[in-house]
């Protein structure tokens, strides 16, 4: 039973273009979700994360979305650059809980030059 | 080293053999946190190491899985009686204890049982 779910395995984008990596949950328990970035041969490394207080969180060319309603998340990539190919996770943190995460299975952008 | 450390990188074994998979977690880290992530599929929690806290086991996927944290740093995954189903990137990471939600991943173990 996935409760994070990244339906795009794949995602390819031209450079300087936006990069949208979309995530649905079906817990409604979660209150807090992260995304991680992952290249090949190396352990994933946070991105960025927001709280389900919030819908928008922004860190220079990324951004999240959050839908609480629609129980969907989006992280947005302005512009992409060949160096955000990478596989994206999406995470999430159940209330009360303040380490245990369930990741998606990740969806591979590439960013062509 | 300023990263989460794993070793070995690259493990190959024979169905029935046991395996040990070491961490070092990022000096200063009492968060530590196993995780295996199986071709296709997303990382999956194993363990969940706080401090001197009894370890949140909850995602061992059977008795043939244990972990151990000496001193509060290192750790070991042992896996028993190995079977091709285990075979998987096994990610470790560790975190401060004031961010449990910003996990620093190591580059993993990929464990292959043949």
């Known amino acids: 039973d996935q409760q994070v779910k990244q339906n795009s395995p794949s995602l390819s984008v031209q450079e300087g273009r936006i990069s949208i990596l979309n995530c649905d949950y079906t817990?409604?328990?979660?209150?807090?979700f992260l995304w991680y970035k992952k290249y090949p041969a190396e352990g994933p490394t946070f991105l960025i994360s927001i709280s389900s207080i919030k819908d928008k969180n922004e860190d220079g060319r990324f951004t999240v979305f959050l839908n609480k309603s629609a129980k969907h998340l989006s992280l947005h990539i302005v512009p992409s650059q060949p160096g955000d190919s990478a596989v994206y996770f999406c995470?999430?943190?159940?209330?009360?809980?303040?380490?245990?995460?369930?990741f998606g299975k990740g969806t591979l952008l590439t960013v062509n030059p | 080293g300023a990263g989460v450390s794993q070793s070995p990188s690259n493990k190959v074994t024979e169905k029935g053999k046991d395996v040990e998979l070491r961490c070092d977690p990022i000096s200063g880290h009492t968060a530590l946190y196993w995780y295996r992530q199986s071709l296709g599929q997303g990382l999956e929690f194993l363990i969940y190491?706080?401090?001197?806290?009894?370890?949140?086991k909850s995602g061992l996927p059977s008795d043939r899985f244990s972990a151990e944290r000496t001193g509060g740093s290192v750790s070991t995954l042992t896996i028993q009686r190995t079977q091709q189903e285990d075979s998987a990137v096994y990610l470790c990471?560790?975190?401060?204890?004031?961010?449990?939600?910003?996990?620093?991943f190591g580059p993993g173990t990929r464990l292959t049982v043949l």
């Open positions: 817990n409604s328990m979660f209150d807090y």
């Open positions: 190491f706080q401090g001197n806290s009894a370890p949140d």
């Open positions: 995470a999430a943190r159940i209330r009360g809980s303040n380490y245990k995460l369930t």
């Open positions: 990471a560790s975190s401060s204890p004031a961010r449990t939600d910003t996990q620093y």
